[in-house]
């Protein structure tokens, strides 16, 4: 819903916009918020006891209401709404104590939920889903105050279901007037300071199984108790021991080709290394240089002999190299100056922190797909300079080499654009505004603060330092603003700036880049419920604001010195967005660009953009469900699109006809590679959870992209049941291939950089074997087409033991090698919840990680004790796991007698 038209438009929320039908159409680019209005309520028609609220007493009410949030019941009642979201809907309950006497009136609450409101029970209190995920709590006429110790209750329904504590969002804000906002204490997350995760302490935990875990009837998804995941990590080839030598020669991502010495020869490399340059420019090594001596492997001038060289091979891959660990020298080789810097982290990944010697080896190595990228989404919640750079070298250690970094979502915009400062003066930080004109609304939980650490922006000067420290590292960065859709924060920014210039009555400055048609009255919501997000494509100011974005991007690039050659444009659209706009009827009834009737309006603008990239010479990329609206003969020559559907709802199909266009295809399945979604299947994990319940490092590394209707063998759905694949009907066209792979972090409910490294790693380094590495265990893809399921057997039982022996020794070597190296850098990975069982009085537990600390602590105990065979224990035992530095340690679960 827009505004009216007037000389000066504010971001206020109209009546009609309060009021709007909404429906929830889940997707992969994560989920969202939106605005709000303070809703007075009359003085009149409250209790005759109560008094006006002033700011002594908003800041006692932050200070003394104990909020706290139930969810009572994932099971659909006749009470859900039929209409919204195919009849499902949950149900919460909201309690409200008050420690001390509330005699006031004139007050309301503003929170976060993800899923919108639909329906609530109370007669103290009222509800309303604003914008976004943006809802408020007003006083009704029959609210009578609180006395102190008072509990009041508020019954609510919202969308679809509640299966994690963290869909809960932080940071209850509470208002009146004319009066300072305040966030409420009890709502505030807090840090666990042994484990550094996120905790919602107003979040009643979960207990019931059938009401609270379980998507619907249909539902087998088991809830991860320690005792599963004992018998699950004690399963198979996980039993069994992997000797020493195998894990001191290993590589990661693994190798195409090693040889090993027969008789297990080393070399000595105490004295440290003594680096010949011969052809290989310093800078373009010096990072991997730098990591071998941060974790202890440094130069010296009586070192053992490293020599780097180029000798260029047409024939292979970029970034290709050849490693020789002789028992005299070590030497690689690259086709390129990437190819060298890949051959030195693989040194690095064959180097045991702390230890005189490496083994003797040679190693002939090429990567398995060109694009090998990670996305990180800044938009919705900030994540620092400092943060991107560690990434960056975590990227490059284990050879990922695409950053795609996700700049502007609906929730902010985080980059610098000199010659439109209103994007970051105004939307990159979200606050209490209503009218938007300091901030965006405060969406996702953000609460009042504009300079916390969810806000923020790259100035040209930061953004800069990441481009320069990504070259050196041999990454590119692939920027995204998201377009048409998703863009309400630069909306927004281009709304204050038509304000601005409206004030100085410069008309032509004013509507120069508006992104919206103020005479629109369509009525419209996007998948995360905001109803003004969506820029106007019949607006040929919206062009001139591409433009001058593009432009100014790309010479941050150029001065950066890593040029812009690919931007990735989103593409993501709105349903019904603009059918009353006056400048879409016009355009489509007088326009000669073959656009006759609006629903071709989104696939115009994607098409058009694309062609002021082309103009700057800078290649198009986007997302799936956007681009395959396109007419290819209107598109570039050179397309990218990140696929991202979801596999057991036949997603290979679209994946298939978008590659069999000859667009280079970045496979980016949500099934496996989104990494904001859960490790495990239980309430206590981060994340969420549209496509995948547990997403842990095992799925990753068993990952076939090259294959995709193949994993209805061996993966269940969302609720853990089978499904078929039928490649019959979109095969891919004989020796069609795919550009790369993906991993994604959406950020909605990532509100710290220790919570993204927490998402992001170990997956990571599964991402990047699957990435580099092509194992002899996968199924070719059969360009024949062919049907999978449960039932068929194109992975065979022997290819299966293959994979998981594999995946048993990369577990090995993660615990063994990587993870100490991941701590020196400075990178807080998921620490493994503890598999246990107490059987006869015998505690028992495992770890998907041979090489962490297993911890445990008997009930009637406060001392934790490090756990190294079974042990004697009374009663419940709590277990965990510890970092192998000890600074941190994992998420505790409970264990009692079977």
């Known amino acids: ?28 680019c994560g989920q969202e918020q939106h605005s709000s209005a303070v809703q007075n309520i009359s003085a009149s028609s409250l209790a005759t006891s109560l008094h006006s609220a002033t700011q002594t007493d908003i800041d006692s009410i932050a200070n003394n209401l104990d909020v706290k949030y139930r969810v009572v019941s994932n099971i659909p009642t006749d009470k859900c709404d039929a209409k919204v979201s195919d009849g499902a809907c949950f149900e919460v309950e909201l309690t409200l104590t008050a420690t001390e006497a509330i005699t006031t009136n004139n007050w309301s609450i503003y929170f976060s939920q993800i899923s919108p409101v639909q329906s609530y029970e109370s007669d103290q209190f009222t509800i309303k889903h604003l914008n976004g995920d943006l809802h408020q709590i007003a006083l009704s006429e029959k609210f009578s105050g609180f006395k102190q110790g008072e509990t009041k209750r508020l019954l609510f329904r919202a969308n679809f279901w509640m299966l994690s504590e963290y869909d809960a969002m932080p940071n209850y804000l509470i208002t009146a007037d004319e009066l300072e906002t305040r966030v409420i204490e009890s709502t505030k997350a807090v840090i666990d300071k042994e484990s550094g995760l996120e905790l919602l302490p107003f979040v009643v935990a979960f207990s019931d199984k059938t009401k609270q875990f379980k998507r619907s009837r249909n539902d087998k998804t088991q809830w991860l108790t320690s005792q599963r995941l004992y018998q699950r990590n004690a399963s198979g080839v996980s039993s069994s021991k992997i000797d020493e030598t195998s894990i001191a020669r290993a590589i990661i991502p693994t190798p195409k080709t090693v040889h090993y010495d027969e008789n297990n020869a080393v070399i000595d490399i105490s004295k440290g290394l003594t680096v010949n340059f011969s052809n290989v420019i310093p800078a373009e090594v010096g990072a991997a240089l730098a990591r071998l001596a941060t974790l202890g492997l440094k130069q010296a001038q009586n070192g053992l002999s490293l020599t780097l060289q180029i000798n260029k091979n047409d024939n292979k891959p970029m970034g290709s190299y050849s490693l020789a660990v002789t028992e005299q020298s070590i030497n690689v080789i690259g086709v390129d100056a990437n190819g060298v810097f890949n051959g030195l982290q693989s040194l690095v990944s064959l180097y045991r922190v702390g230890s005189n010697t490496l083994p003797v080896i040679n190693v002939d190595d090429e990567p398995h797909y060109a694009f090998r990228g990670m996305l990180v989404d800044v938009a919705r919640n900030f994540h620092s300079k400092a943060f991107i750079l560690a990434l960056l070298d975590q990227m490059a250690a284990y050879k990922l080499n695409k950053l795609h970094l996700h700049l502007g979502d609906d929730e902010a915009w985080r980059l610098e654009i000199p010659t439109l400062p209103e994007l970051t003066e105004l939307s990159s930080k979200r606050c209490f505004d209503t009218q938007e004109q300091n901030c965006l609304i405060a969406q996702l939980g953000a609460g009042i603060d504009a300079t916390s650490s969810v806000n923020g922006y790259y100035s040209v000067s930061d953004y800069s330092e990441i481009l320069q420290a990504a070259s050196a590292r041999h990454i590119q960065v692939i920027p995204s603003l998201d377009m048409p859709g998703h863009s309400r924060a630069a ?21 120069q880049f508006l992104l919206d048609d103020f005479a629109d009255k369509t009525q419209y919501s996007s998948v995360q419920f905001y109803h003004d997000n969506t820029i106007n494509v019949c607006l040929e100011s919206s062009y001139a604001f591409v433009v001058e974005v593009m432009t100014q991007v790309k010479k941050i690039h150029q001065d950066a010195g890593q040029p812009l050659t690919r931007y990735h444009i989103g ?13 879409c009827k016009d355009f489509v009834a007088n326009n000669d660009k073959g656009v006759t009737q609006m629903s071709e309006l989104g696939a115009y603008f994607i098409e058009r953009v694309a062609g002021i990239l082309s103009e700057l010479d800078i290649e198009t990329a986007g997302w799936s469900d956007g681009m395959e609206h396109t007419r290819t003969e209107n598109m570039p020559a050179i397309v990218q699109a990140n696929a991202w559907d979801v596999l057991f709802w036949g997603g290979h199909n679209k994946v298939h006809q978008l ?50 209707p193949v994993h209805a063998e061996f993966w269940l759905d969302r609720q853990d049941n089978t ?31 220790e919570m993204a490294e927490h998402k992001i790693f170990p997956r990571l380094l599964a991402l990047a074997e699957r990435a580099w590495y092509l194992p002899k265990w996968t199924v070719p893809y059969d360009y024949q087409g062919a049907k999978y399921s449960t039932k068929t057997q194109f992975l065979t039982t022997k290819q299966q033991q293959k994979r998981d022996e594999n995946w048993y020794l990369f577990a090995n070597v993660l615990g063994k090698k990587e993870f100490v190296k991941l701590e020196l850098s400075g990178i807080d990975y998921r620490l493994p919840t503890v598999g246990a069982i107490i059987e006869e009085g015998i505690l028992k537990a495992n770890i998907a990680f041979p090489g962490l600390i297993i911890e445990y602590q008997e009930k009637q105990s406060t001392v934790w004790k490090e756990y190294h065979k079974p042990v004697s224990v009374k009663g419940i035992v709590q277990i965990r796991s510890r970092s192998i530095n000890g600074l941190r340690a994992g998420r505790i679960t409970q264990v009692s007698v079977r």
């Open 659 to 708: 590659a069999n266009r000859d667009w280079q295809i970045v496979i980016s399945t949500p099934d496996v590679l989104y990494f904001d979604f859960p490790y495990e299947a239980s309430p206590k994990e981060h994340g969420y959870y549209w496509a995948s319940r547990h997403t842990n490092t095992e799925k990753v590394f068993q990952f076939m992209p090259d294959n995709l």
């Open 491 to 511: 909306m927004k920014a281009m709304t204050a700036r038509y304000n601005k210039y409206q004030a100085l009555e410069d008309e032509v400055k004013a509507k």
């Open 1 to 28: 819903m827009k505004s009216k038209k007037s000389k000066i438009q504010l971001s206020t929320l109209s009546l009609s916009a309060l009021t709007l039908s909404l429906s929830l159409v889940i997707t992969g």
């Open 723 to 753: 499904y078929v694949s039928d490649d019959t009907q979109t095969p891919l066209t004989k020796g069609q291939t795919f550009l790369g792979i993906q991993g994604q972090l959406w950020s909605e409910n990532t509100r710290s950089d």
């Open 571 to 583: 593409a993501d659209e709105t349903a019904g967005a603009w059918l009353e706009s006056p400048a």
